[in-house]
């Protein structure tokens, strides 16, 4: 008995007496004689389930299938197979009538109750199921219902209707995608409007793009194949077509935003977000390739997705040759004040170290561009091989190295010519101390450019700053350093007061000059500061204190002898203290 207290027709009814009944006929009988009775009894099955659910008597529901709803779903089967057979007969035409309404009545039946199924138990915002979600669950249907959906799906098929069922199941899945997508914030824009849009609300847009597609790949492709094929379980090549076209649907209408940002003009500020469109594209490659059939029709949408992610390939191939030229370009009259870290060198490192995040991302467009274009990579390697001289030098320089060091190689130039504008040499070395020392630091700062440009090549930039270290060194220093000599000093064996007091005054005169200007100078990196400064006190104040200890005496009986000797050897450590800080008024508190 059912809850009402009636008594299910099914319960009167053996299934498998009427199963096979025609099997069992002669090939010279009729066997449409005996068919009426069987086709009424599945009759009843179908008409009874079909009242009661029209009159909302047994409404759909969760949990385990009823066993008047597996009757039913036999019934419709039998009653199919049934059908069959009496449409070979030539007797029964008035019989195949009367099950060719009932199949339609129950297919129309079957059809709603998947319908139903398929959008009021799943996670959408129409379902019926309350409970809190999460993007990992999607789609969200309990396990009971995938199998009511599977024996419906099931039933179908074999009856004959595969056409409607997959119809209504194609619809339902595609709109609850859609509706996926646009909880992620996702909206269908148009070319003209992608064009119009200002790079800021563009790259906003990019954004949410990036979240759906990824999503796609990483989930709800998958999540949507899983379904189909438990839903579908009896036939693969069903659930895998649904798939395909479910896919190729949501995939144009992704692709479709991707190349129309394609299309917009290229700048330098564009290069991240087209690689993580690149990026994104490439993980969806990967998901269609695991997710669908191999057969023309994901040949097809696979070529279109690839020449989709080559389109922000060539971009960014084109935004560093834009980038090279710029570098080459960037001329200047005036030099930057105190032979400061220059704006291009900082620029172009941070540029290279926000790149060099996308390592992998570019690591493949280079390769793939430089195939396409060998002498490009000839050229680059040549310039890796004279950065790092070892014997491996060819095998172990990649087609981005071979692009940053390009690069550095343009940036390098570039500074050389920018140094000649100090009219200085000691501030020319500077100059380039400084921008080297910056590079240098930006590299081995980044775990990603420090593995692009190599160990060796680190090692080459430090021995090149270390040399602009020494040429500042002897340049400025040397001089002052020759004025504390002790030859010259004598006269036919005799040191002599005038040469004594004219040394102290000219080494006095100069260390002040070397102070006044060279404490403007800028020296920012704070290592490098005390680099410089030990290196010239480690020079200079055992230089003068021996010369003081050698000559002073002579002015010891002098009359202002303070004129000509002006610093006392602990002087010297704070004058030079002073220097590379970037402020013309240092001497000045320094002498208060």
Request: net charge neutral; glycine share 4%; charged share 25%.
């Amino acid at each position: 008995m059912d809850k009402s207290g009636a008594t299910p027709i099914c319960d009167d009814i053996d299934l498998n007496r009427f199963k096979y009944t025609v099997s069992t006929s002669h090939d010279d009988d009729d066997p449409c004689s005996r068919l009426p009775e069987n086709v009424e009894h599945f009759s009843k099955i179908i008409e009874s389930r079909i009242a009661k659910c029209s009159s909302g008597e047994t409404p759909t529901r969760l949990g385990k299938m009823t066993e008047e709803e597996s009757f039913f779903l036999e019934a419709v089967m039998h009653l199919s197979k049934l059908t069959n057979v009496i449409a070979k007969s030539p007797s029964g035409s008035t019989l195949l009538s009367r099950t060719n309404i009932l199949l339609k009545l129950a297919m129309t039946f079957m059809e709603e109750e998947l319908r139903t199924l398929l959008e009021d138990f799943g996670g959408n915002s129409n379902s019926k199921v309350v409970k809190k979600l999460q993007l990992e669950d999607y789609p969200w249907y309990p396990p009971e219902v995938v199998t009511r959906m599977n024996r419906i799906a099931t039933t179908m098929i074999s009856a004959g209707f595969e056409t409607a069922c997959c119809q209504v199941y194609s619809i339902s899945r595609r709109n609850a995608f859609y509706e996926q997508m646009k909880m992620l914030e996702f909206e269908k824009i148009n070319v003209d409007d992608v064009q119009k849009m200002s790079w800021d609300s563009l790259e906003a847009e990019i954004t949410r793009w990036i979240n759906v597609a990824r999503n796609c790949s990483n989930t709800l492709f998958l999540a949507e194949r899983k379904l189909g094929e438990s839903v579908f379980s009896q036939s693969r090549m069903i659930s895998q077509s649904l798939f395909n076209n479910l896919a190729r649907s949501i995939v144009i209408q992704i692709l479709d935003f991707a190349e129309a940002v394609s299309w917009t003009k290229r700048s330098a500020e564009k290069l991240f977000k087209y690689l993580d469109i690149y990026d994104a594209i490439r993980d969806l490659i990967h998901a269609i390739s695991e997710s669908l059939s191999i057969n023309d029709c994901e040949h097809e949408l696979k070529s279109e997705i690839l020449a989709t992610r080559d389109r922000f390939g060539d971009a960014v191939i084109n935004i560093f040759n834009d980038l090279e030229i710029s570098i080459k370009n960037d001329a200047a009259r005036t030099p930057v004040p105190g032979g400061a870290v220059h704006p291009l060198t900082r620029y172009v490192m941070n540029y290279l170290k926000y790149a060099c995040e996308y390592k992998d991302a570019l690591e493949h467009i280079f390769k793939q561009h430089n195939a396409m274009s060998p002498s490009k990579l000839k050229s680059s390697v040549d310039v890796a091989e004279s950065e790092s001289p070892h014997e491996n030098a060819v095998a172990e320089t990649t087609p981005l190295t071979a692009q940053l060091m390009t690069i550095m190689e343009l940036l390098d130039a570039n500074l050389e010519a920018k140094s000649n504008l100090y009219r200085d040499t000691s501030l020319r070395d500077i100059f380039l101390m400084n921008n080297g020392r910056y590079i240098l630091q930006k590299a081995k700062g980044s775990t990603e450019v420090r593995q692009v440009m190599g160990d060796t090549w680190c090692r080459r930039r430090s021995t090149t700053v270390r040399q602009y270290h020494k040429n500042y060194q002897r340049e400025t220093w040397g001089k002052l350093l020759q004025i504390l000599n002790h030859d010259g000093m004598q006269i036919n064996g005799k040191v002599t007061k005038p040469i004594v007091k004219e040394r102290f005054k000219n080494f006095s005169t100069m260390l002040d000059e070397i102070h006044r200007t060279q404490s403007t100078w800028v020296v920012s990196d704070e290592q490098l500061r005390s680099e410089l400064r030990v290196s010239v006190s480690a020079v200079l104040i055992p230089a003068y204190r021996s010369f003081c200890g050698r000559f002073r005496q002579y002015l010891d009986n002098t009359k202002h002898a303070d004129k000509y000797i002006k610093y006392q050897p602990e002087d010297i450590e704070t004058l030079v203290e002073g220097l590379f800080d970037g402020n013309p008024t240092s001497m000045a508190r320094r002498k208060t």
